[in-house]
Each structure stands twice: as C-alpha cells, then as structure tokens.
C-alpha cells in the first residue's frame, strides 16, 4: 500500500474545518481514536453489561430488517447469499440473550470465519435517521444516544444506520457511494481497506446487474484462475482494527471488508462528498472521457497492462454479447507493440463520441 494512502490515525479530534479542509478531501481513510467514547450509547448499549434489556426496553418492539445470510456468517452483496427479513427487535435480542447464556466465544476477526460458531443473521443497516425515506426509521429513538461527532460540522447527512450482529460475521468486500464514518460502540472490528485504484484486483461486479459495488472476488479464498489479479489483492490493502469509542472514516469509493468479533454493535453516518455533490449530469460524458484519458495515459507507460486494456476494449466494442463474459475476454488478450497500441487507442477515443457512457461504465468495471 503506498503510504499516501495509508490511514492516519487521530488521538486528538480535529475541528470541523480541519476536517472539512485537510482530511475529507484527500479521500484517504483516517481512525479518530475514542471520537465517540463519550456517547450515551458506549455505557448503555454494551450487550455484555445490561446492554441487551436496555435495547429491548427502548427499542424490542420495533420490526427491522435484518440481513439473512445463506453463507454461514459472511454477508456477501447478491440476493442469492442472503436476503433481508423482517424481525421484531425483541427477538433478534433474546437469541443474542440465550447466545450469552451459552457463553460461546469466537476468536476476534480471526482470519477464517468458522462456520459452526458464527451468526447468520445481521441487523445490518437499520436506519436511525433516513433523509430519503424518513417514514422507515425504525430506531430513531435510540438518536438521543449518539451524538454527530462535532468535527463532521453541519454536514447533511444522507443516514444513520446502526449495525448489530450476534456471531462473528463478515461484510464481504465492497465500497459505497457515500463518505462514512463507521463508529463501533461496543465489540470490536477489524476493516480491510483497498483503495479505488485497487479496482484491477478486486474485480467489481459488473455495474449493470445487482451488487455492482462488491468484488467478485472471493477474499477467503480467490480463485486465481478465475480472477488472475486477485493474486495480489493484499499487496494493496491495510488493516485497521476498532475499539469501542473509535471511528473510522472510509472515503467514498474505497473497497472495505469488516468483520466483527460476536456482539459488536456499531453506528455509522453517510453523507454525500463534495465531489459527487457537484457533479452536474450534463458533464457526465466530459468526465468519463477526461478520466478514462488520464488512464489511459498512465497505462500506456505501463506497456504490458494497457495492451490487455486495449483489447479488452476493443474486444468489447466489436462484439456487444461478450460483454457478459469478461473471463472469455480476457483468455483472448493478444500482444501489441507500442505504436500499433497507440494507434488503437487513437481510434479507441475517437469513438468514444459515438458511445453510451454506460458502455465505457461496463469496459472501465472490467478494466481496470
Ligand atoms: O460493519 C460492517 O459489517 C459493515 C460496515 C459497512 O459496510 C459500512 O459502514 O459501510
């Protein structure tokens, strides 16, 4: 991971313009170490200190939906490893009572999620504030226990959402189009992070279709034959491992995998970046093609890789169909030297005008 990228780690919490000035804009993640020790929620809501008869006397008679995972504890993004139901909170808390009672202990994020001891069932994403959809807030009254951390100063935030799992689990690898700040209030978690320029090894799911902001590739175990850059998928990530109190800001775009010790309760808050608030549709096309220059421009001095991307691209815009086999596509890379390579990619761009953006959407979800 190259070291501008990395985390930086705050035990003092900036003010609300060095947030807004020196840390939001370099969209690089950064932990806040105890930001949120001081909320109401970190003594009331610990399930291993009366936490859980709190919970179900402020909230045990709201239904949520809950993530139903059909892949032991890890939550993978398609509807096909997991579904979301409908449970009274009541519930889901008594199994996380009888859980305690039965005084199973995990290992801490321990690398292989085992699958006789995890969870399958995540209260994931419930809204404590929802600005689209204000009617489905579910647990809006546990909003006097938490307080916007000042230094997020008077952002607009999209949501609230509060995150509970019993067992172990593990949200598989994906990144959101909202900057976060992920705040754990009780348990612990560990985040992997990968940068959006990581999107080479990661392999996204293509952007038409379901999930299109996971990585198909499977972090437990990647399949090297199906996902030959996933190979070098750790050289890009970093680890960063949360307490209770701590908060973690996870720029939009960036990938991260979170798995959560048993009974980790968590917080986070989205808002809109600066960045995706201005961008104006009618300047959409101008900013596929500005980016996909630049790009290309720095793949060219990269000969290997930008002769794959070339004809992947061409490939595409030849023949339509393939795009719905990325892995035929790329068993079919041929060599190029430099300068037909050049001239290819000058017809390339030529025809850029005569595209869809989302056609140059679907080749960039590819490659890179
Ligand atoms: O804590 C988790 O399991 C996932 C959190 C997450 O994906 C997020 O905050 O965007």
């Known amino acids: 991971m190259d070291s501008p990228l990395r985390a930086r780690r705050f035990d003092e919490l900036p003010s609300a313009d060095e947030f807004s000035s020196k840390i939001e804009p370099t969209n690089v993640p950064a932990v806040f170490c105890g930001a949120v020790k001081d909320w109401k929620a970190i003594s009331k809501w610990n399930p291993r200190a009366g936490g859980l008869d709190y919970l179900e006397e402020r909230v045990g008679s709201a239904t949520l939906e809950a993530m139903l995972s059909r892949s032991g504890g890890i939550f993978y993004g398609d509807i096909k490893s997991h579904e979301r139901v409908p449970i009274p909170f009541s519930m889901f808390i008594t199994s996380c009572k009888n859980y305690l009672q039965d005084n199973i202990v995990t290992a801490l994020c321990s690398e292989e999620t085992n699958s006789d001891t995890v969870g399958e069932l995540y209260v994931a994403q419930v809204p404590i504030l929802n600005m689209e959809r204000k009617e489905r807030c579910p647990l809006e009254t546990l909003r006097g226990d938490i307080q916007t951390p000042v230094f997020l100063g008077m952002r607009t935030l999209e949501s609230i959402n509060f995150w509970m799992n019993m067992g172990h689990s593990r949200s598989s690898t994906h990144y959101d189009p909202h900057h976060n700040l992920l705040c754990v ?100 096309a101008y900013y596929l093609r500005r980016i996909l220059n630049r790009l290309v421009e720095k793949e060219m001095d990269r000969n290997k890789d930008c002769m794959r991307g070339l004809v992947v691209i061409l490939i595409f815009w030849k023949n339509i169909d393939l795009l719905m086999k990325p892995q035929k596509v790329i068993m079919d890379l041929i060599p190029l030297s430099k300068e037909r390579l050049q001239k290819e990619m000058g017809r390339v761009m030529e025809c850029c005008s005569n595209w869809n953006p989302s056609h140059f959407m679907y080749c960039m979800n590819l490659y890179p």
């Open 185 to 284: 209030v009780a348990g612990r978690k560990k985040a992997v992070l990968w940068p959006p320029s990581a999107c080479p090894v990661l392999y996204p799911m293509p952007v038409y279709g379901e999930a299109s902001n996971h990585s198909a590739v499977n972090i437990e175990k990647p399949d090297v034959s199906l996902h030959p850059r996933a190979e070098h998928y750790e050289e890009h990530s970093q680890k960063i491992i949360l307490h209770p109190g701590d908060a973690l800001f996870i720029p939009e775009g960036w990938f991260h995998q979170v798995d959560s010790d048993d009974l980790t309760i968590a917080v986070n808050f989205w808002w809109k970046s600066d960045l995706m608030s201005n961008m104006e549709e009618h300047m959409d």
